[in-house]
């Protein structure tokens, strides 16, 4: 397996504009993380999911933020509208059972 | 509300020195617990865990340290090498909930 794939890897957009971050995770994986990381907070988990059902999102900023899984093998998080305040570094993580593997991450620039 | 908190954001040791890496929580609920290691431009990984059933876990150069009536976890790194260097984040689960991270240290060995 090649692992958690997020897309894109790097991503620079302008204030106001939508922005999709994508991710697969790991075939047979039945939860789904979305994290942001930042200096202040670290790993901050946004929202997760069990078998496709999202179960917390109580870690999600703002009504600008959504995150969907219309299936098993697919997930994404879209701002909008994005903010500068929204740069940071985010990570798609998925489990099976304890372990949760992560992706590479998408830095998301908002200029 | 930080569940699981890692005090020192930042730790220098000379090259063949242990490193020990602190964390603490405040949920008892926790059963599982996590080190994970983050070196720039990568997405977590995970050198070591622990299950609460145990208070020691050795892999290698990594050994885990569970003190549940401290609600105090530790990871320590003998010898250490310089690839070690490295941000580490210390992660905590119940059951099938959310992984929930510290705010990470991030560990230099000096040559």
């Known amino acids: 397996d090649a692992g958690v794939i997020q897309s894109p890897r790097h991503e620079v957009t302008e204030m106001g504009q939508e922005v999709t971050l994508r991710c697969k995770p790991i075939?047979?994986?039945?939860?789904l993380f979305w994290y942001r990381q930042t200096m202040m907070r670290g790993l901050e988990l946004l929202i997760y999911f069990n078998n496709n059902v999202p179960i917390d999102d109580s870690g999600m900023p703002e009504d600008r933020f959504s995150a969907k899984m219309p299936n098993a093998s697919f997930s994404t998080l879209k701002i909008q509208p994005s903010e500068p305040r929204d740069s940071a570094v985010y990570f798609c993580?998925?489990?099976?059972?304890?372990?949760?593997?992560f992706g590479q991450g998408t830095r998301l620039t908002v200029v | 509300d930080q569940q699981v908190k890692q005090n020192s954001p930042s730790l220098s040791v000379q090259e063949g020195r242990i490193s020990i890496l602190n964390c603490d929580y405040t949920n008892s609920m926790f059963d599982y617990f996590l080190w994970y290691k983050k070196y720039p431009a990568e997405g977590p990984t995970f050198p070591i865990s622990i299950s609460s059933i145990k208070d020691k876990n050795e892999d290698g150069r990594f050994t885990v340290f569970l003190n549940k009536s401290a609600k105090h976890l530790s990871l320590h790194i003998v010898p250490s090498q310089p690839g070690d260097s490295a941000v580490y984040f210390c992660a905590a689960n119940f059951g099938n909930e959310k992984l929930t991270f510290g705010t990470g240290t991030r560990l230099t060995i000096i040559p």
């Open positions: 075939s047979g994986h039945n939860s």
């Open positions: 993580a998925s489990r099976e059972n304890t372990e949760a593997f």
